[in-house]
């Protein structure tokens, strides 16, 4: 018998040489709270956070770091989850934009993004959003030039920057009471 041009022998011994990969036990926090799995070594931690924890805020724009849609917190650090593997996170603590609001109330970040207009189509939003939270956690006081350098890593093909700009200053004077 052939299966396109692949007698079932050669088949059969293909697919005996394929390595089986083994699961890994994963354990990570993510916004507060505790997860287990058992997951592939090559998964993405986007992946994780999507698929198996049904974490859906963190967008998949490139998977190649360019355009930032997936960054979130990792032990305080912003990385983009698309190169980094799930693996890597364990036993670490993970943000995501779903864990920016906080017992039914927006965080000011979020509020003054709607506020000062700093979103359109809204798929770049949640890695600004954790760019910005990041930054605001280093410097509650940043220049316009730091925001830009804090949000450098993120593209928005919508808004010319500006708003989100002002959004992000807007935010930092809220957060520290002004």
């Not at 990570?28 to 859906?56: A, F, I, K, S």
């Not at 943000?95 to 906080?102: A, H, I």
């Not at 450098?152 to 093909?157: H, I, K, P, S, V």
Request: net charge negative.
């Amino acid at each position: 018998m052939r299966f396109g041009g692949v007698a079932a022998n050669q088949l059969k011994a293909v697919m005996n040489t394929i390595e089986v990969i083994e699961p890994v036990a994963v354990e990570v926090t993510v916004n507060g709270q505790r997860y287990q799995r058992e997951v592939e070594p090559r998964m993405l931690l986007v992946q994780l956070l999507r698929e198996e924890l049904r974490l859906t805020g963190t967008h998949i724009g490139c998977d190649t770091t360019y355009c930032g849609a997936c960054t979130i917190l990792l032990n305080g650090d912003p990385v983009k989850s698309c190169t980094v593997l799930a693996v890597q996170a364990d036993q670490g603590e993970v943000l995501t934009v779903e864990g920016l609001e906080k017992d039914g109330k927006l965080h000011p970040l979020q509020e003054a993004f709607s506020e000062h207009h700093g979103l359109q189509c809204g798929f770049c939003t949640p890695g600004m959003l954790m760019s910005a939270y990041a930054l605001l956690a280093d410097n509650p006081a940043p220049s316009r030039q730091e925001i830009r350098k804090g949000i450098a890593g993120n593209l928005c093909r919508c808004t010319g920057y500006e708003n989100i700009l002002n959004a992000v200053a807007a935010a930092a004077e809220e957060m520290r009471g002004e």
